[in-house]
C-alpha cells in the first residue's frame, strides 16, 4: 500500500496537470475562458474533497477495510481526473 504522503502528492500532480492543461487552453482560446475557468474551480474542489478522504479513511481499525477503502480510492482519483480530461476536450472541440 502507497504511504498516505505519496498518495496526497499523486493528486496534487494531477490537479497540476488539469490546471496547467487548462492554462494552456485558455492561452489559445481566450473566448473560453470562463468555461475552463469553472472547470479549475471544479478541479480544486475535487482535489478537497480526495485529500480529505484520504485523510479520513471509513474503518481505519480493520486493515482489510482500510485496503478496499484506498483501492476503491485510488480508481476514484484516476476516474474523476480522467472525466475532468474529457470534459476539457469537450470545451477545446465546441465551436464558439
Excluded: W
Aim: proline residues 3%; charged residues 35%; aromatic residues 8%.
Amino acid at each position: 500500500m502507497a504511504n498516505l504522503r505519496e498518495l496526497k502528492k499523486e493528486i496534487d500532480y494531477r490537479l497540476e496537470e488539469v490546471v496547467f492543461d487548462c492554462d494552456m487552453a485558455i492561452a489559445f482560446q481566450p473566448s473560453k475562458e470562463q468555461e475552463i475557468f469553472e472547470l479549475m474551480q471544479k478541479a480544486v474542489a475535487l482535489r478537497n474533497e480526495l485529500i480529505a478522504k484520504v485523510s479520513n479513511p471509513t474503518e481505519p481499525h480493520n486493515k482489510s477495510l482500510v485496503r478496499k477503502y484506498y483501492a476503491a480510492l485510488r480508481a476514484d482519483i484516476v476516474r474523476s481526473f480522467e472525466a475532468l480530461f474529457e470534459e476539457l476536450s469537450k470545451i477545446n472541440e465546441a465551436k464558439k
